[in-house]
């Protein structure tokens, strides 16, 4: 899930510039609210309802503007399976913190997504790893750093809250 959702997320921004992908990134809490609704039980609110039709008129939009943003409208389909990928991930992070804490919970998902990255990248030949030095490697590391930090800290939120309600957050 993790892995497609930002090999998807990268596609898209490249493809739809990075606004329109960060914009239909917002669909994510309206799959994770859906499946925790249909797969965990969990309950629909008022809020959570307008908050799904306001996400998912936008998204619209943003599909029909395509032709002037310099896209085809087909491509907004990247984003919204990037979106989708992130969604289910959160319903596999509820689901799997029954059993374990978030810290063990963090730790898996890290190595997993290390061990499915790493595998994309030697099946795809890629070697642009080799290629970062010095300030770019710094970003990057930063970034990775930053980024799996907001990871345990969703999964962290998630051993206590609502997966329609951390999500969204």
Known sequence: ????????RFLAT????AAVTAAVSSVTPLVATLLAILLLGERVTLPILVGTVV????????????K????????IVLPLISATCF??????RKVGLDDMGP????????????IAFSAVMLASGHRGIHA?????????VCAGLTE??????VILALTSGAVSVVTPL
Not at 1 to 8: E, S
Not at 14 to 17: I, L, N, T
Not at 68 to 75: Q, S
Not at 148 to 153: E, P, Q, R, S
């Open 103 to 114: 810290v063990l919970g963090t730790c898996i998902n890290l190595t997993a997504a290390v």
């Open 87 to 92: 969604g289910i991930v959160q319903i596999i």
């Open 68 to 75: 002037r943003l310099g896209f085809r409208p087909w491509l």
């Open 1 to 8: 899930g993790t892995v497609r959702g930002r090999l998807t």
């Open 55 to 66: 996400i998912t008129i936008g998204t619209v939009l943003l599909s029909t503007s395509g």
């Open 148 to 153: 799996n930090a907001g990871v345990f800290l």
């Open 14 to 17: 490249e493809k739809v510039g």
């Open 132 to 140: 970062c030095r010095g300030r770019e490697l710094v970003y990057f």
